[in-house]
């Protein structure tokens, strides 16, 4: 459907893929899926759903925007460094290989904007006002400084003194003469031509065909056919709900004072913050190390592959989410990494770092994606889809499991619990809010401030993200309160024949799954148990 003639070979691969989506689709049609064994039964319902989803979503042309605050090429392909292996010079020379193209895929990059532009498919100003700046920390630093030149540095194999000095000199001139000067070009073109005709209003219903894509990003992220009424009001409830339990706390807590006094109190006392990025990090780390032994009373199978606790690069952190986790290489060679945002240590307080730790890292996405990983006998895209609201729903569930393990030593701990599963509450109210109830961001704001102990910093960072990115923050409540639907029935129905590591590892041990598939899982290994 898409056969523009363009001169942009990024552009033309799109095409490409989307007929080869469709052609798969109809090769897979042709099996007979009621001969298939469950698994791959499974295999064709999944890969299925997902080409309909690519060839769905193909029409909606949001390929047309490549770059937003919270990724793209200015911050991809930095990234790029920090999972590449660099232990011998056949490595190097295939890093060389690839710096070689970034010029060439900041020229693409910059082509498809200019289609975007043209089509008016763009991203909110409001949204974009950092990425000048997230552009320019690549290009205004010292080559030593540069994440690109970092490898160089490190190198730790035994080479030739004029071998080493070769490769050095090959980096810096790649990164100095050609990936420097093409990011300063890419800058030029956003502030100049990019920025200034990005649109003004938020919703995604503003760009062609921005309802239907909104209701398709809804489906796509919950893996439900719930609408944004219905999702809305869910968020409603259960932002009623939460606030009764964050009272019952500050009543305990014997606080003087009306809840917004109480959260004032978090976002200023001074006895809830760190002084020093280091301490915060490490902060994380003994908490990591708490959780560790706790987690074979609630799951029977663990993940073989370790993970780590790092910062978020500098070049990125202003405009980067307060954590996000980054998964381990398909060899299990590269570690996966829970990264924590240092920046501006005032809005990084320390009551939330307890549940961070634990939907970040373990039990959350870490051991789920780890195990995911390490998935053996399945096809590849399975052990590396990640359905959101399986991924994220798990991730929000296993904050809840961070009580029944004690992790939450105090009632500050316990509120910054309850005000994470308060804010992604807020996220079902707030992202459709904006972008099916044309709230502007000022009213999403003060939502937020009203009803989270979030800083207001991590609140507006947080706005900007469900207009950058919609539909995506529904997925963590609505998968959540799936997964603990599920649980409850269990309970139910087989009693004291209810194990919570079998539970959990029937849970995980088919990957990430859409909810449908994974409630239907569920109920026939319950069916199964209880021998009904």
């Known amino acids: ?74 911050i991809g392909l930095p990234n790029m460094v920090e999972i590449m292996p660099f232990n011998n010079k056949i490595d190097f020379n295939n890093y060389l290989a690839r710096l070689e193209q970034i010029p060439n895929a900041i020229t693409q990059t910059t082509e498809i904007m200019r289609r975007g532009l043209a089509e008016n498919i763009m991203p909110p100003k409001v949204t974009i006002e950092s990425v000048s700046e997230q552009i320019k920390k690549q290009t205004e630093i010292d080559i030593e400084e540069s994440p690109f030149y970092q490898p160089f540095i490190k190198i730790n194999f035994k080479l030739l003194d004029k071998e080493k000095d070769s490769l050095l000199q090959k980096g810096k001139n790649i990164i100095l003469n050609e990936i420097f000067p093409a990011y300063k070009q890419l800058n030029k073109y956003f502030t100049e031509e990019y920025y200034p005709k990005a649109r003004e209003d938020y919703k995604i219903s503003s760009i062609p065909n921005g309802d239907k894509y909104y209701q398709y990003l809804i489906k796509y992220h919950t893996s439900t056919n719930q609408t944004a009424d219905e999702i809305h009001q869910i968020g409603l409830e259960e932002v009623k709900r939460i606030r009764v339990e964050m009272d019952k706390i500050i009543s305990a807590l014997n606080f003087e004072g009306s809840f917004s006094n109480f959260l004032e109190f978090l976002r200023t006392s001074s006895q809830f913050y760190y002084n020093k990025p280091e301490d915060l990090i490490e902060g994380y780390r003994a908490i990591c190390k708490r959780i560790d ?73 870490h051991l789920q994606i780890a195990l995911a990983n390490e998935l053996e006998n399945v096809p590849k895209f399975r052990k590396y889809s990640g359905h959101t609201a399986f991924v994220e729903g798990w991730g929000l569930y296993s904050e809840s499991l961070g009580d029944e393990m004690g992790i939450y030593e105090n009632y500050y701990s316990k509120f910054g619990q309850l005000t994470y599963e308060m804010w992604r509450a807020c996220r079902l109210v707030v992202d459709t809010g904006i972008h099916a109830f044309n709230w502007d961001r000022q009213k999403a704001i003060n939502f937020m401030i009203k009803n989270t102990a979030k800083t207001i910093f991590d609140i507006e960072n947080e706005i900007d993200r469900y207009i950058a990115w919609p539909g995506q923050a529904l997925a963590y409540k609505i998968g959540e309160l799936k997964i603990k639907e599920i649980r409850k029935n269990a309970e139910n129905i087989l009693g004291n024949n209810f194990d919570i590591r079998e539970f959990h590892d029937k849970i995980l041990e088919s990957g990430s799954l859409p909810l449908d598939i994974l409630e239907n899982k569920m109920a026939d290994y319950i069916k199964q148990k209880s021998g009904l």
């Not at 691969?13 to 042709?30: D, E, G, P, R, T």
């Not at 980054?326 to 501006?344: C, I, L, M, V």
């Open 293 to 365: 032994p706790e987690l074979s009373r609630f799951f029977g199978k663990l993940p073989r592959t370790p993970y780590g606790v790092k910062p978020i690069p500098e070049y990125q952190a202003v405009s980067s989410p307060t954590a996000y986790y980054y998964g381990p290489s398909a060899d299990g060679k590269r570690s996966g990494y829970f990264w924590a945002n240092t920046y501006n240590l005032k809005m990084r307080p320390k009551y939330e770092m307890a549940v961070l730790a634990i939907h970040e890292a373990v039990p959350g996405h």
């Open 1 to 74: 459907r898409y056969n523009d003639k363009l001169n942009d070979r990024s552009l033309k691969s799109i095409s490409l893929n989307h007929q080869n989506n469709i052609k798969a689709l109809k090769n897979l049609i042709q099996i007979k899926r009621s001969q298939l064994s469950y698994e791959d039964q499974l295999n064709y319902d999944l890969y299925k759903q997902s080409l309909i989803q690519s060839i769905e979503s193909y029409s909606f042309k949001s390929y047309l925007i490549p770059l937003t605050q919270l990724g793209g090429i200015h």
